[in-house]
Nanobody, 127 residues
Framework: QVQLVESGGGLVQAGGSLRLSCQASGRTFSNYAMGWFRQAPGKKREFVAA????????YYGDSVKGRFTISRDNAKNTVYLQMNSLKPEDTAVYSCTASDSWGYSSTYYSPHRMNYWGQGTQVTVSS
């Protein structure tokens, strides 16, 4: 059974940092694109970041470019999201995803292309 389990969310002040982790199990994800989406109350789900291979090409949503960094450790079946310079508008539930297909543009990464989802972890940024 495939599972993606996120951790690392919490409450942080504006300007602070958090690192999210996503532990994948049930299969090897080295051939998958791994990524993150987020959804704030009353808003549509938004693409945050994705990485095709460990150390390979990474893609980011416009609102997080330059502040967030995605990385992965295939040996540990884990993907990370380092979030710096957090803003109140970053407040959302962050979900880890995996896809057996990938594209070479951030616009490729839509929710319907993701095969697997985690349950999400809450990130709250106070002003």
């Amino acid at each position: 059974q495939v599972q993606l389990v996120e951790s690392g969310g919490g409450l942080v002040q504006a300007g602070g940092s958090l690192r999210l982790s996503c532990q994948a199990s049930g299969r090897t994800f080295s051939n998958y694109a791994m990524g993150w989406f987020r959804q704030a109350p009353g808003k549509k789900r938004e693409f945050v970041a994705a990485q095709v291979w460990s150390g390979g090409s990474s893609y980011y949503g416009d609102s997080v470019k330059g502040r967030f960094t995605i990385s992965r450790d295939n040996a540990k079946n884990t993907v990370y999201l380092q979030m710096n310079s957090l803003k109140p508008e970053d407040t959302a539930v962050y979900s880890c995803t995996a896809s057996d297909s990938w594209g070479y543009s951030s616009t490729y990464y839509s929710p319907h292309r993701m095969n697997y989802w985690g349950q999400g972890t809450q990130v709250t940024v106070s002003s």
